[in-house]
């Protein structure tokens, strides 16, 4: 009669079906740890996969009931690799900052507005600097007007958002209080924010050039190229917030880990584009000479 508790059966593996004397459950191939290293590597590369693409669960990944680390450990790698690259961009730019005016794009062009300001002052050519002016006016109303009308949208999305957003309390989690939701809404007020601050840049440079173009007839020349350098000064900046603006989308849209990806790419883009006249574009020294 057929019984499990026949002496075959009682020296069968539990897990494996296999007699107990089978070659792969042998002490030896066992001491090495085969099948718990695997579970360990199948495990990580589910971490792996679920970093790199965020709507993808760890625990999606691992239908064999493989240990996997816990989603709490998950989400602050995650937002660790975020606050880790955004910390990096801001000591980037402080030390732009603390760079001299001559060995950065925005003090370079600054002295060299200056330096136009001077030329037209002294051989008086105001029909050419009201053209100029003009032009470059066009040039920052038009940024401020897109840049405002995004953040008008985007702020519209968001209080739509909002309105339908619950915030869930995790009383077990200790190191964030809500859901997912709730950073979601730091997430597009940083992107908002930096929207602001691009409009408001590009708005504080056309206001500056139009205030030199009525002085230049009358002003004297120091305050002019003092005009002429807080006006680049401005269009620098909402340049800069603009760019930084692009993380944010990322941020957004695709979360912490390609947010920090796209930090990486944009400080490699503007170590380029923050050097000096002759490195970024190739020319000769134009600040120093007179002519």
Known sequence: RFSFNHPFYASISPCTRRPAHHPLQT?????????????????????????????ISPLALTPLSLPVIPQKTVYTLKLGAAAVSAA???????????????????????????????????????????QTLRNAITSNTFY????????????????QAVQTMRTVHDPKSHFMRGSFESLQGYRVATLL????GSAYKFAQAARTMTHAGF????????????MMRKSENSQWGGLRYLYLSMGGVVWVIWGDLPFA???????????????TLEKVMGVGDYIDGDD
Not at 264 to 273: A, G, T
């Open 88 to 130: 990096s961009m801001a000591r980037y730019h402080y030390n732009l900052e603390m760079k001299p005016p001559e060995e950065t794009w925005k003090g370079s062009q600054a002295e060299i507005r200056s330096k136009w300001a001077k030329h037209v002052f002294d051989n008086e050519e105001w029909l050419y600097a009201i």
């Open 144 to 159: 401020a007007s897109t840049v405002l009308s995004l953040f008008a949208l985007g702020a519209g999305r968001a209080f």
């Open 193 to 196: 924010l930096l929207l602001l």
């Open 215 to 226: 002085m230049f007839p009358t002003a004297p020349l120091p305050l002019l190229q003092k």
């Open 27 to 55: 002490p030896a191939l066992s001491s090495l740890g085969i099948f718990s290293n695997m579970k360990i590597s199948i495990s990580f590369a589910a971490v792996i996969i679920s970093l790199l693409f965020p709507t």
């Open 261 to 275: 990806v796209a930090l990486f790419l944009l400080r490699r883009f503007f170590i380029k584009i923050d050097g």
